[in-house]
């Protein structure tokens, strides 16, 4: 079965609002990271960890490798935020990583 | 810094033909991956190599061939091309140590 399940599939926020999006593992993964794929399909690497939080402007990532679940919050949304987030998770001793099927962002004025 | 190289951007085939697409990268990164995404979809793991000469199957690996030349170049081999097959091509590296993940541009794939 999916060992990444993304959720929600799809989001729409409106400009200067925020949300999470979230990554539930099935099973034991060392580490998560995070992506965003823009509209001309670019994949983009926001954030890796192996444990806690990590912050970078308007993003904030969390992993809790212990309940098996990660989070990304987006707070003030812009336009510009608008594409594909995809985290993408791995068991530890193995170099495998896998994708879940993402999360389609759509931020409005 | 540093940049990965997919090479043909666009590759339009036959159906039955052997294609090849072509990644390079100057980071100097130990693992190599190619994955596959349809449209609208995620990224499919197709194979993946930890070190020159090393070769892992991913998920999706029937159907396709890899080969790692040397420790800068991976590519993938599509072994017989489906017909209205359509999908881009993703090759991506990181450090042995297994940290971030950077990605190519990919090459997208149609086959008449």
């Known amino acids: 079965g999916d060992q990444v399940e993304q959720s929600p599939s799809a989001l729409s926020l409106h400009e200067g609002t925020g949300s999470a999006l979230r990554c539930n593992f099935t099973?034991?993964?060392?580490?998560v990271q995070w992506f965003q794929q823009n509209s001309r399909g670019s994949l983009i690497n926001l954030f890796y960890l192996a444990s806690g939080t990590k912050e970078n402007g308007r993003l904030k990532s969390t992993f809790n490798s212990k309940e098996s679940y990660s989070t990304l919050h987006i707070r003030d949304a812009q336009l510009e935020d608008s594409g594909t987030y995809f985290c993408a998770a791995e068991q530890g001793g193995s170099a495998k990583l896998i994708f879940g099927e993402g999360t389609k962002l759509t931020v409005s004025s | 810094g540093g940049i990965i190289t997919q090479t043909p951007k666009f590759l339009i085939g036959q159906e039955g033909q052997k294609l090849t697409l072509k990644c390079q990268q100057n980071f100097n990164h130990d693992t190599m991956y190619w994955y596959r995404q349809d449209s609208g979809k995620g990224l499919r793991l197709i194979y993946y190599?930890?070190?020159?000469?090393?070769?892992q199957k991913g998920d999706l690996s029937e159907g396709y061939d890899a080969s790692r030349e040397k420790k800068s170049s991976f590519s993938l081999t599509v072994t017989s091309a489906q017909k209205n097959e359509m999908a881009v091509f993703l090759c991506?590296?990181?450090?042995?140590?297994?940290?971030?993940?950077?990605f190519g541009h990919g090459t997208k794939l149609s086959v008449l």
């Open positions: 190599s930890i070190t020159e000469n090393d070769l």
């Open positions: 991506a590296s990181r450090t042995i140590s297994n940290e971030r993940l950077f």
């Open positions: 099973t034991t993964m060392r580490a």
